[in-house]
Structures are given as structure tokens and as C-alpha cells.
């Protein structure tokens, strides 16, 4: 039995989860019970995690504290999905308790398993039990209690499996949607899978991901320069680890009248610097009055000619100065959406949704690129909202999340509650509030059997949605278009519009049109194109 963990260990920890769950994602997406096609959990889990085993195969001989942070940093910019966004909170928990620890035993772990499950239950407003939060949860606990009995590591790890175990089965007593399907908890069942990789890998069984794996975005680098007309001579880099309360926005101040290209992000316990400076050691040290240096480096831009180089600052990612005050970016899948959102003043659109949620990363790379100093993201579903979160700890830009679940209430946010004039807290009000005046109507398909909210479901049957809530199921589409325009005509709502997906023709989505013509005849009706996936319609109504 184990005793203690070092770096090298966590690496393959990670590795070998990150594999384990890659193998189970479809059996974690079977398990989410409304039966829409959105193939969440496992697939954002998976690909999560994966962004973690990714950076770590690069690390030859990391030290604990090396293999948990690099861990947790890249599973925070890889996060996509509610399930991914806490798995990445958890692991962040982790990696904190680790710093600067060379090995660990079962009483470190234990606490760090605490501090993980400390890190998510903060970032979840309303945490409900018989969740992953549930099993994290019980799981930590059960690990303190068995570190009281014996220090070794394995031994508080198998009990923290154990206690899992008990706990997922039981998420089925806690939700009553999970009861009345009979399954566990996704995310929950994705947990227990991280946390018996670990223990394959403490018994010498690594678990090797299939050929190809999941799909992992590049991760950026935090180096960032263009040297193609070089003022200032020296790329000063470095990062320090806080140790006091003295604000990060005055050396932010400082060494932007020192010096260009200027990259500041404060992250808690650390701040990662980059600038270009003619006179380093004033930037080093008015640093140190924040902290000490983890890490320092500073090159030469004018030595450097080597193609190697060369070639990655080409790659690097940029960072838009600002050019005025707020800009926006939106999340939605669809030619015509997108449109839509550029004609009310988005700046920059993600390619994401249902079935493809994007990463804490993709959307700090399209905030990176709005050349403004506050910006406003619209995830537009509600499984991209917590990803969303994550994005303004990542950048020097301020960023505001405003909690869109659908695109017609991100649409109607930017064209009832956007002011470009506006100051950032009156555009954070208005945008907000402008949610709560639309309502939101889908049509899509089953992905599979189901008995969900008292409907039997089929494969293959449409399904209309009204909010979140399951409105109709059948095999004609007409009729429950029929019934939400009766629901709209009951609600007394004056202003319609009907965004038809890719999947359906013009002359099709007019005879939609028609049937709202006919039934609300006093409402304002309105049929765009928006190309969207599995959503054969989107409506709004107002």
C-alpha cells in the first residue's frame, strides 16, 4: 500500500483519468436524462480534463506542487460545461493545498480533497444535492475521517472511493428527476471515474486513453509580443507569488508608464506579469513590494532571430488595446444568428451552444480580441454561463457575464438593454434585466427513449421546450407549433420572432409563421433565417 504520492505520480494520475473518462464520456452522456441531443456531461468532462493530461505530458520530472498546478491551470482554461467548470474547481482546490509540497500523504490529501470540494461549492450559487458537489463532498469527508486512522495515501484514497460510491448511488434518492429515470448523477458517476483512475494508477494499472482521445484546444501562451518595430528593448516576464494586500492595479499602473505590451492578471494567489521595458530591474523591483518571484524572465528582443522564435511570436495570442470603453461577445450556433448579434453590436461571436459548448479558453480568447477595457459576454445557454465566469480571472480586461440561458434572451438583451454610451454598471442592469421580458420557445428532437415530467418519449419525436421546461412531445411538428402559438395568444404577447435552424427551408418555416399569423393576429410576427443545429425553431416572444 502507498504511502506517500510524489509529481510524477499526479502526472500519470491525471493522465490516467483523463483517459478513463474520455473511455466512459457517451455512457456519462446516456445518463443525462432530458432526452435533448446535448451530449454534456461526459463530452465536457472528457475534453476538461483532457486539457489537463495534455499540458502534463509535456512535463518530464514535474515536482507534486509543478504537476497540480499545471493540472489545474489548464483544466481551468480547458473548462466547458457546468460539469467541466466544477471538476476544474475541484482540481484547482486541490492544486492550492499541494503548493509547494514535495510529496504527499493521506492526511495532505484528505485536506486537499477538502479544499477542492471548498473551491466548488463557492463558485455554485445554489448547490443542490445529488450532484458531483454531493459526491466530491462526501467523498473529502470520509477522507478526513480515514486520515485520522492511518497517514498513508492510498489508504484515505480507497476510503474516499469507497464513501463515492455510496454517495452516487444515493443520487438517485436526492433528485427526483434522477429517481424517476432510475440513473445517477452524470456528473457525479464522472468523479468517482476520476477517482478510481488514481487508485488504477497507485496498483500499477494506468488507463491508456483510445487512439485520437478528445479533442484539446491549444492552450495559449502567456508571452505575447510583436517585434516587428521594437521600442523598447527587453521582454520582461514574471510571476509572483502574493503575500500582502497591496493592490495589483497601481504596479499595473506603474509599469504601464514604464514600459508597452503590457499583460497584468492577478489570479488570487499569484501575478502573472509581461512587458516590454528599457530598464527591467525598476520593473522587478517595484514587483517585489506584492511578493516574492516564483518564476523571472527577461530577453533581448533585439538578439532574437532564431526561427524557433520567430515562429512563436507569430502564434502567440493578442490582447486588443482598448479603443473604447465596453464591448460585447455572444455565444450561438448559425449563420443567421451570428448576423443577428453583429447587426445589434457584437464585437466578437462564438461558435457554440447545444451539443458544443465552448471552453473557459475559446471565450478568453474572443474577449482578448474586443478592443475595449470592459466586456460583456452572453454565454446564451445556460451550460456556458459558469465556463463564462472563470474567463476574467484569465485577463486584464474587465469582463461581466450577464446570466443569458437562451439566444433570444441574449438578442434581447443587446437590443433593449445595450448602450454602447452607457456606463458598465447601467449596461450590467438594463442587459440584465432585459432576460426576464422575453420568453423562449424550442423545437427539437429526442435523442433517445425517455420518461421525463409525465411524457412518454420516443427516439426521433419533436420536442417543444418553453423555457426550460418541456411543453410537448409528438410526431407532428405542426400541432405543437399549433399549441405554443395558443400558449403565446393565452400570454397576451405582442412581439414574436421565429429563427428557423438549418434544417428547415424557407417554405417551410413560413407555414410556422403562418400558424402564429393566424392564431395571435394582433402580435407583431417576425421570421428570420438562423441557421442554427438541432433546433429546428427558436422563438421569442414579448
Known sequence: MRQIIGGADFRRMIISAS??????????????????????????????????????????????????QGAASAMLRGARGNSGVIISLLLRGISKK?????????????EALQKGVDAAYKAVMKPAEGTILTVARLAAAKATEAARENNYFEYVHQAAIAEAKVALADTVNQNPVLKKAGVVDAGGKGWLLFLEAIQAVLEGNDIVAPEGGAEVAEQASFASFDDADITFTYCTEFIIGRENQNDPEELRAFLNNLGDSLVLVDDDEIIKVHVHTNDPGIALQEALKYGSFVTVKIE??????TEKVMSEAEKSPKIAEPEKAIGVVAVCAGEGLAGVFRDLGVDQIISGGQTMNPSTQDILEKVNLVPAETVFVLPN???????????????????VVIGSKTVPQGICAMLTGFNSEGSVEENEQAMTEAL?????????????????????IAEGDYLALYGSALFGTGRDIKALLKALAEKVRDDGKEFITIYYGENIDERQAQKAADIFAEICPSADINLLYGGQPVYYYMISAE
Not at 499541494?98 to 484528505?110: R, S, Y
Not at 426576464?436 to 412518454?456: C, E, H, K, L, P
Request: aromatic share 4%.
Open 19 to 68: 483517459a478513463s473518462i474520455e473511455i466512459n464520456k457517451q455512457a456519462l452522456n446516456e445518463l443525462n436524462v432530458f432526452p435533448v441531443p446535448d451530449g454534456d456531461t461526459g463530452t465536457n468532462m472528457s475534453m476538461t480534463v483532457c486539457a489537463a493530461a495534455g499540458d502534463l505530458r509535456k512535463l518530464e520530472d514535474p515536482s507534486l506542487s509543478q504537476a497540480a
Open 98 to 110: 499541494l503548493k509547494n509540497a514535495e510529496e504527499c500523504d493521506g492526511v495532505l490529501w484528505a
Open 300 to 305: 533581448n528582443m533585439r538578439l532574437q532571430h
Open 381 to 399: 445557454n445556460k451550460n456556458i454561463i459558469m465556463a463564462a465566469q472563470q474567463v476574467d480571472a484569465l485577463t486584464p480586461k474587465n469582463v
Open 436 to 456: 426576464s421580458t422575453v420568453d423562449t420557445m424550442q423545437i427539437t428532437y429526442a435523442a433517445r427513449n425517455s420518461d421525463f415530467d409525465g411524457y412518454q
